[in-house]
């Protein structure tokens, strides 16, 4: 109890941020500066800030383990002699209390100010411990991988997915034609591009109108119902009503893409809606792509499923951005990592795949709980849409079963059609 | 009108969104990879993607201005020989028919995907032309500098604020005792710290209870109402109800943190706020520091003031983080550069901040319709707060009369005093 009556519901939890820094001060006054900006700190002590307030407020740094120096440019405004610059993952301890288990107010302390601090040369946050309270706030995917495959009717084997192409300039015809196409290939999954929103050529509830009757007759006559991810991300005020036009159309599925309207933006989303959120991380290699500065997937990812995505893009090998393979398959690993008993996220990969990856994928990641879309792989495989569906759902099982890819090859006609086009350098 | 029948709203209006890229592919191709990703592109041509689609929708390259190299380690999985890396500015034109004049949409093809192009070693988006349609759908501030100086009653000089100190850890008991000494020191504008969320141990409906009767004492005594921002950060759902409390308790501002709850969510809280909102920068430098990748703070704020930002946070100069004067200034320049007719906003200038500083700004800025927050400045005045608001407001003063800094030194007791403390290798 405070000295003037209010209770004060201090716990033992907190939360712990992992960072790595380069600095050109002592590593262990560059961990101390990050803790005090984050934390109780100015840089003098003033009145009121007494030990007991330090002591029960304060950030403490937990470790500071020295790495290789990365050699790279330090970031501009940072001070101190470039000879004396030193590479360190630090893990900092931040009280619960302190912000509570509120995603922003989090992202305040563990990300705030620090990465304008002058004496960081480099400045990454790149994972996060997080406590229980979090789940209990934040209910994380509704659906996820056992929701999905219950709305695609595919309890097993990699879920086969496709995006719209071209990704805008599609009249509402046109693209009922692209979606019939899609359905009859047998695609589990139809994405709307990221740039798809809901500009004047093509409205979302156009794109509804067009899209909702072929699926929904195409479901009447085989009894499978693909799932098409309506991209709803728009000003948040917008968000529950292209939801609920989506649904009331009979989809079963809306795509948002988290950095543009917000993780807050998700999560709001999250309490809304009553179907899978397809979470799409456009604008994430602003934060991700830098070794210098930023927020590694394996951090954001976390709150992004606390925050409610049940599908989350991950990129997947040998695809056309920046990524190696090594961080890609660290990505899908973070996504189906547990997080505080929330249900599971569903690892999106797309980005240049196509049939002939499922092997190495699934040497890589041992299960088929994913969402792989092709978009060139399906929609331009040499024997149309059909043999691209055909040649990825081949491999996937081939692989899923211990076959290698040359037994998949031998086997399959669309798998070594896909091939010819694009594999020569990869097979 | 298209050939399906619905009619298709063309309008010659587009964005145009400005780079600066390195790359070791030629310019002129690496310009036409950007805009193709970010519009009509595949790598390949598909089925649909006719040269009408392609005249309409893709996104032109404007201009390629070669920059000199950098001289930076280029970003992470970027392609080419490093010997052929140049630099350039491009400019990207959008058709605003691609989306529309949506905020988050409009990200998705300025700033999506295109930050993971292997074909760019570095990626900024350094500034966006836009045009009326987004004002017409979004409202920009809605107090602006009119506003807020009509609120404190400061119709002229510069507005001279300050932040709790300690940032976290005051009970609600002694947080009232530091509104009262900063009340009676003089202050127009005072803040909650950023990392002050509503965490269990000094929760907002608490800071509320203890620092509203204060500032409506003070204003019965005195006939000035202290404007006091308090900080509303949290999940999006709460920030109706987190405004309402301080509303219905007299209070005359809200901060927010615009990057935790997201650019949207900003633009959410101002459809329904009646208060200025504070707009807090915290995890800007995520975003802008690196001159390698990310967004530029000129292109951000054009979208933090579309999206409501009455105040917006620019540091000042010597301010302990790690832009430069220059930067600084230029950040308050773009502030205050009108913005398709939208009220003005308030550069808010902090960090390091004390009244030896005023005379400097002013000459670069020419202006003082500005908010002027400093922490050690006016708490840590060897005098008292009193002492640090005067040293302040006389500084400006003096500044705004076209008088030199030895001048106010010559005439201001509190400003020397202050000068003995901050200013000697400053003054």
């Known amino acids: 109890m405070a000295a003037d009556g209010v209770v004060i519901a201090m716990t033992a939890e907190h939360v712990i941020a992992t960072y790595e820094i380069e600095t050109s001060v002592p590593l262990a006054q560059a961990a101390e500066v990050l803790a005090g900006e984050q934390s109780t700190g100015t840089f003098v002590r003033v009145e009121r800030e007494s030990d007991d307030v330090r002591a029960r407020f304060a950030a403490q740094v937990e470790s500071v383990e020295e790495l290789p120096a990365s050699g790279f440019a330090p970031l501009p405004g940072s001070v101190g002699d470039p000879a004396d610059r030193r590479r360190a993952r ?132 085989t009894g499978h119902k693909p799932m098409y991810a309506f991209n709803i991300t728009d000003d948040i005020d917008r968000l529950e009503a292209n939801h609920d036009l989506v649904v009331a159309a009979g989809g079963t599925c809306v795509m948002a893409c988290i950095n543009l309207i917000g993780l807050a933006g998700l999560e709001y989303l999250r309490r809304r809606s009553v179907v899978p959120i397809h979470g799409h991380r456009a604008m994430f290699g602003a934060l991700g792509r830098s070794s210098q500065i930023g927020i590694a997937f394996q951090a954001w990812q976390k709150i992004a499923r606390l925050s409610g995505a049940d599908h989350l893009h991950t990129n997947g090998i040998s695809n056309k951005f920046y990524e190696t393979d090594a961080e890609v398959l660290a990505s899908i690993a973070a996504v189906r990592t547990p997080l505080l008993g929330l249900n599971s996220t569903v690892p999106v990969l797309s980005s240049g795949q196509w049939g002939g990856l499922a092997h190495a994928t699934y040497a890589a990641v041992g299960t088929t709980d994913l969402l792989v879309l092709a978009g060139g792989g399906i929609h331009g495989h040499p024997d149309g849409a059909r043999a691209g569906v055909e040649s990825m759902r081949t491999a996937w099982s081939s692989a899923a079963r211990g076959e290698t890819l040359e037994d998949a090859l031998a086997s399959s006609e669309p798998l070594r059609r896909a091939a010819e086009l694009f594999g020569p350098a990869r097979v």
């Open 90 to 221: 630090l893990r900092i301890r931040f009280p619960l209390d302190n912000f509570g288990p509120s995603l922003p107010n989090l992202l305040a302390a563990v990300a705030g100010n620090l990465f304008e601090i002058k004496e960081l040369a480099a400045i990454r946050l790149v994972d996060l411990d997080l406590p229980p309270a979090f789940a209990l706030r934040y209910s994380g995917p509704q659906f996820g991988v056992e929701g999905t495959r219950r709305l695609v009717d595919r309890p097993d084997g990699a879920m086969i997915g496709t995006i719209i192409k071209p990704s805008i300039g599609l009249s509402p015809g046109d693209l009922a034609d692209v979606v019939q196409e899609l359905c009859d290939a047998g695609t589990d999954f139809i994405k709307d591009d990221e740039l798809q929103g809901n500009g004047p050529t093509a409205p979302l509830a156009e794109r509804v109108k067009a899209v909702m009757p072929v699926i929904e007759r195409h479901a009447d006559r």
